[in-house]
């Protein structure tokens, strides 16, 4: 799964990255976006805008605003099977913004958290799926990171990866018309040889803990 990442980057690189024309006046560093915070994601519906979404799926046709409804992650495999996840990923695709991503790695006595990330070091997206739900006050969008099979590097830590997209396929992702079978080609895992890991401190590990330390590498 995907329960935990990170987007720190200043928004004018984030709005040169993703070629946007409307950025936020202002984003905050996240260093530890947990389950039910906002996010910054794409919408396919405003691609070249940036926006705010919580992490978790409320579906629109839910009667109340419930954890129990809330999603946060689709599994590839099986995006097709589940009615709502296969509503969405034929009509409403995001990018979830990031620079790097949590998994807790298993040991017989406890569990190690990573950091994951690009090499380069770089901006990147997640696959995503996005719902709106409520009106006026009670208004918001939400979305999931659909899940993948491991690569190499991540089968050392973890049984699932998110999906994160090659950059030249981010434009097909979010555009209108995009033929079924050639989204579900985009929703593989990501070379492992493009990234890296280290492990961190348990800091990661309260969603209340948002400072640079979190990235740091454990001693």
Not at 46 to 65: D, H
Request: proline share 7%.
């Amino acid at each position: 799964m995907c329960g935990r990442f990170s987007q720190t980057k200043k928004i004018q690189d984030i709005k040169k990255r993703f070629n946007l024309e409307r950025v936020p006046d202002n984003l905050p560093e996240l260093y530890n976006i947990a389950p039910q915070q906002n996010a910054p994601v794409v919408l396919n519906a405003f691609p070249s805008e940036l926006a705010l979404a919580r992490f978790g799926l409320v579906p629109s046709w839910s009667k109340e605003e419930k954890t129990s409804y809330s999603m946060i992650n689709a599994r590839a495999e099986t995006i097709m099977e589940k009615p709502t996840y296969k509503r969405l990923i034929k009509s409403k695709r995001c990018l979830v913004i990031a620079d790097g991503f949590y998994e807790w790695q298993k040991k017989v006595d406890k569990k190690i958290p990573y950091r994951i990330f690009l090499k380069n070091d770089d901006l990147f997206a997640f696959a995503g799926i996005w719902d709106h739900w409520g009106e006026g006050d009670n208004e918001f969008y939400s979305f999931s990171i659909i899940t993948t099979t491991p690569n190499k590097l991540m089968a050392t830590i973890h049984d699932r990866m998110p999906v994160i997209l090659e950059p030249e396929v981010e434009s097909k992702w979010l555009q209108d018309g995009t033929p079924i079978d050639r989204v579900l080609s985009m929703l593989r895992s990501y070379p492992a040889e493009k990234m890296d890991a280290y492990p961190i401190s348990a800091l990661v590990n309260s969603p209340v803990n948002n400072t640079v330390e979190i990235i740091e590498r454990a001693l």
